[in-house]
């Protein structure tokens, strides 16, 4: 992702036209390729929608079919500012960072890697893996008075589950229907994995303070009059209390969201800062070899930083 992306003149417009519940803006994800060539559906950042809430980032992998000693590699790369999140649905995954941890993540566990100023990680698909891979990765961009902190990694092997038996409910992240997740976060902000179980309809309360993001996984899910289908990301505004959907098969979505995040952040590749001369350093730390550590045991290369052209796409 070497292109800036504006960002916030999707919830301009839903505030501008009085928007207090109603409307939803279906926004198709973009199709993009990760490193090795595996194709994701990239939902956040879209032309017109940066961030919702603090999230900034929301990639969906799979489901693929892995073949032995192939699967996802993604090399030693820098990050700046954001947290990395990281939850599987099928699948494993193989986290190496350069404070020096070495994690594998199964499904139902939740990676949080925090850059703080600066942490470099590797992600890549285990060699002795099942063969199937499915999930998301999602960042969130830190706040003014924790973005230049220590990196951290926390790995969560449960997290809290909403079971209504129709319906279950994973808390990633932040506060939901009186439960709160253990995973470290600095924002006010909500993750959700809701699973389907049983057709028919279920309704989930939202913080009307919010903005939200919805994105289906797996099956499909109604809502009013939307379809929902994978590879599209579903805009909530600010002011909904409560998402009604329905679905006519088993079905699971992703629910992100967060009171719209107060700063301007600027999103370049892996880094997210504030302004150029932020992103120029960062980068040129990480090609001189500086401010990042090393990640080691991942067999291959590190990723060279692209170069860095300052402009916004319009
Ligand atoms: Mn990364």
């Given at each position: 992702?070497?292109?800036?992306?504006?960002?916030?003149?999707?919830?301009?417009?839903?505030?501008?036209?009085?928007?207090?519940?109603?409307?939803?803006?279906?926004?198709?994800?973009?199709?993009?390729?990760?490193?090795?060539?595996?194709?994701?559906?990239?939902?956040?950042?879209?032309?017109?929608?940066?961030?919702?809430?603090?999230?900034?980032?929301?990639?969906?992998?799979?489901?693929?079919?892995?073949?032995?000693?192939?699967?996802?590699?993604?090399?030693?790369?820098?990050?700046?500012?954001?947290?990395?999140?990281?939850?599987?649905?099928?699948?494993?995954?193989?986290?190496?960072?350069?404070?020096?941890?070495?994690?594998?993540?199964?499904?139902?566990?939740?990676?949080?890697?925090?850059?703080?100023?600066?942490?470099?990680?590797?992600?890549?698909?285990?060699?002795?893996?099942?063969?199937?891979?499915?999930?998301?990765?999602?960042?969130?961009?830190?706040?003014?008075?924790?973005?230049?902190?220590?990196?951290?990694?926390?790995?969560?092997?449960?997290?809290?589950?909403?079971?209504?038996?129709?319906?279950?409910?994973?808390?990633?992240a932040?506060?939901?229907?009186?439960?709160?997740?253990?995973a470290r976060v600095f924002?006010?902000l909500?993750?959700?994995?809701?699973?389907?179980?049983?057709?028919?309809?279920?309704?989930?309360?939202?913080?009307?303070?919010?903005?939200?993001?919805?994105?289906?996984?797996?099956?499909?899910?109604?809502?009013?009059?939307?379809?929902?289908?994978?590879?599209?990301?579903?805009?909530?505004?600010?002011?909904?209390?409560?998402?009604?959907?329905?679905?006519?098969?088993?079905?699971?979505?992703?629910?992100?969201?967060?009171?719209?995040?107060?700063?301007?952040?600027?999103?370049?590749?892996?880094?997210?800062?504030?302004?150029?001369?932020?992103?120029?350093?960062?980068?040129?730390?990480?090609?001189?070899?500086?401010?990042?550590?090393?990640?080691?045991?991942?067999?291959?290369?590190?990723?060279?930083?692209?170069?860095?052209?300052?402009?916004?796409?319009?």
């Open positions: 992702m070497s292109d800036l992306i504006p960002g916030r003149e999707i919830a301009r417009q839903c505030q501008a036209q009085g928007n207090d519940s109603g409307d939803v803006v279906a926004l198709p994800a973009r199709q993009t390729q990760l490193g090795n060539g595996l194709m994701i559906y990239r939902a956040l950042p879209l032309v017109g929608l940066q961030l919702i809430g603090p999230w900034c980032f929301l990639d969906h992998f799979g489901p693929l079919d892995v073949r032995p000693g192939a699967g996802l590699r993604v090399g030693p790369h820098p990050h700046i500012g954001l947290q990395t999140v990281t939850w599987l649905l099928t699948g494993e995954l193989l986290h190496r960072d350069s404070l020096g941890m070495t994690q594998r993540i199964l499904p139902g566990q939740l990676n949080l890697m925090t850059s703080g100023n600066g942490i470099a990680h590797s992600e890549e698909s285990p060699a002795d893996h099942a063969g199937r891979l499915h999930g998301v990765q999602l960042w969130v961009a830190l706040p003014e008075d924790e973005r230049l902190g220590e990196p951290r990694f926390d790995h969560y092997p449960e997290l809290p589950l909403i079971d209504r038996s129709a319906l279950r409910i994973n808390l990633l932040g506060e939901s229907m009186g439960l709160q997740s253990p924002s006010p909500v993750g959700l994995d809701i699973e389907l179980v049983d057709t028919g309809r279920h309704e989930i309360d939202l913080n009307p303070d919010y903005e939200h993001g919805l994105l289906v996984l797996e099956g499909r899910v109604a809502m009013a009059d939307h379809q929902m289908d994978i590879g599209t990301l579903f805009y909530l505004p600010v002011g909904r209390s409560r998402l009604e959907l329905d679905n006519a098969a088993p079905a699971r979505a992703l629910l992100i969201g967060g009171p719209p995040f107060p700063d301007t952040i600027l999103m370049w590749w892996n880094l997210v800062a504030r302004t150029p001369a932020e992103i120029t350093a960062a980068r040129n730390d990480w090609e001189q070899g500086r401010r990042f550590g090393t990640v080691t045991g991942y067999d291959g290369e590190r990723i060279a930083a692209p170069r860095f052209d300052y402009r916004l796409k319009s």
